[in-house]
Each structure stands twice: as structure tokens, then as C-alpha cells.
């Protein structure tokens, strides 16, 4: 049974920093595209960074763009988004999800973990 399970989520001020961590069981974790989506409140599900199967390609949208950064490890099946320069509207709860596509087109999902950026 796959599962993608989320921590590293919190409350962070404006400007600082978080790492969001992934770890993956249950499907072949190499042979599936990674990505972030995020849903704020009120708002859609929101599609933010994605990352090839073997690092080779990585994808933002242009609200996060220089200040996100994903990345994988293929030998521990993690993945992780290391997000810089925290904005208010970066407020969402965070979610984890393994698929293929650009934007991707989610096969298994996470729990979510919610981060909290104060002004």
C-alpha cells in the first residue's frame, strides 16, 4: 500500500526558513516524478514543484521560484522541499504526492503538514 507521509511543517516568521520532508513506502519510489502542492484556506489545490524521477529536471511555479527548493533521495525514497524566504502567502497546509507530468498528475498523496508564515 502506498503511502507518503509529510513532516517538518510549522510556524515560521516572515522571511525565515522551513524544510518539508517526505518519506515514501509501498510503490517503486524511483520510478515516479515527485512533487509539492500546497492549499491555502479558502483557495484550490495549488501544483508548486516537482522533480524527475532521477533529479535530472526540476519544475516552480513562478511564486516560488529562487526561494524553494526540491529535492530526492532515491536510496532513503524521501523527498524534500527546503522553502527560503517565507512569505505570508506561503501559508498552506503542504502536500507531498508521486506521479508523472508537469504539472503532475498525482498517483498517491500525503496527509499534508501545515505551514504558518507570520508577518
Known amino acids: 500500500q502506498a503511502q507518503l507521509v509529510e513532516s517538518g511543517g510549522g510556524l515560521v516568521q516572515a522571511g525565515g526558513s522551513l524544510t518539508l520532508s517526505c518519506a515514501a513506502s509501498g510503490f517503486s519510489f524511483s520510478s515516479y516524478a515527485m512533487g509539492w502542492f500546497r492549499q491555502a484556506p479558502g483557495k484550490e489545490r495549488e501544483f508548486i514543484a516537482a522533480i524527475s524521477w532521477r533529479s535530472e529536471s526540476t519544475y516552480y511555479i513562478d511564486s516560488v521560484k529562487g526561494r524553494f527548493v526540491i529535492s530526492r533521495d532515491n536510496a532513503k525514497s524521501t523527498v524534500t522541499l527546503q522553502m527560503n524566504s517565507l512569505k505570508p502567502e506561503d501559508t498552506a497546509v503542504y502536500y507531498c504526492?508521486?506521479?508523472?507530468?508537469?504539472?503532475?498528475?498525482?498517483?498517491?498523496w500525503g496527509q499534508g503538514t501545515q505551514v504558518t508564515v507570520s508577518s
Open positions: 504526492a508521486a506521479g508523472g507530468g508537469i504539472p503532475l498528475e498525482a498517483a498517491y
